[in-house]
């Protein structure tokens, strides 16, 4: 597939994860990694993470990457209450320093996290807050992923056929976006909506090339709150 500009977009099968090391603004300190903060296989120890960056924040003075960071590290060990207030500082420092997409898809994670957990209110007006800030297109990155928010509700109401058509066509903007962090979240809805259908033989292969995904590490930490 290509972009609007046309150059070539890889497929989601070429995507390969990156990490950059994020370079300090003028007058800011970067939180390094701590000694043997990861286990063998590279597998953070979200409980140091957490300390680390808890104690950082101590003085207000984490980055929004940080941020996000720390609030994926307090859901996974159990302050989940933390999460919501750390997004929104994210989103706020991502806003700060102009960086719209970026404010997005953290509003977006944040907006499917409450969604997730009842709070259906405020996610939907995390959800308008984010598509003020993205194009109004709908083959969009940003909007293929607002999309899946769409198809939640009727998942958790148990009315699979109606969420399955929903979560394939974001797939497959995901896809056309090289979007692996949406691929497989579309992927997660695709698989539980086939097995409510009582499709198992292709639930479990859709679950399948998801996990290759997850496994290898191509996929951001985000969606461990979701």
Not at 50 to 61: H, I, N, P
Not at 83 to 105: C, D, K, N, T
Not at 185 to 196: I, P, T
Request: aromatic share 6%.
């Amino acid at each position: 597939s290509r972009s609007r500009e046309g150059a070539a977009r890889p497929s989601v099968n070429q995507y390969q994860a990156s990490s950059p090391t994020r370079q300090a603004r003028p007058g800011e300190a970067v939180l390094q990694p701590v000694p043997g903060a990861a286990y063998p296989g590279g597998v953070p120890d979200w409980a140091v993470d957490y300390a680390a960056l808890a104690a950082a924040d101590c003085d207000g003075a984490l980055s929004a990457e940080e941020l996000e960071r720390l609030a994926v590290a307090a859901f996974l060990v159990g302050h989940e209450n933390e999460v919501p207030s750390l997004r929104e500082r994210a989103f706020e420092a991502y806003l700060e320093r102009g960086l719209v997409e970026p404010a997005a898809e953290c509003g977006f994670w944040l907006g499917f996290h409450l969604e997730l957990r009842g709070d259906v209110a405020r996610a939907a007006g995390w959800a308008a807050r984010v598509r003020r800030l993205i194009p109004d297109d709908p083959e969009s990155r940003l909007s293929g992923r607002l999309r899946q928010r769409d198809a939640v509700p009727q998942l958790l109401d148990g009315d699979a056929a109606a969420a399955l058509p929903i979560f394939e066509e974001c797939a497959r903007l995901a896809g056309s976006w090289s979007d692996l962090d949406g691929f497989v979240l579309a992927g997660l809805g695709r698989g539980r909506c086939l097995a409510m259908l009582g499709r198992t033989a292709e639930s479990a292969e859709v679950y399948d090339e998801v996990m290759v995904h997850v496994v290898a590490g191509r996929v951001s930490d985000r969606k461990s709150v979701v």
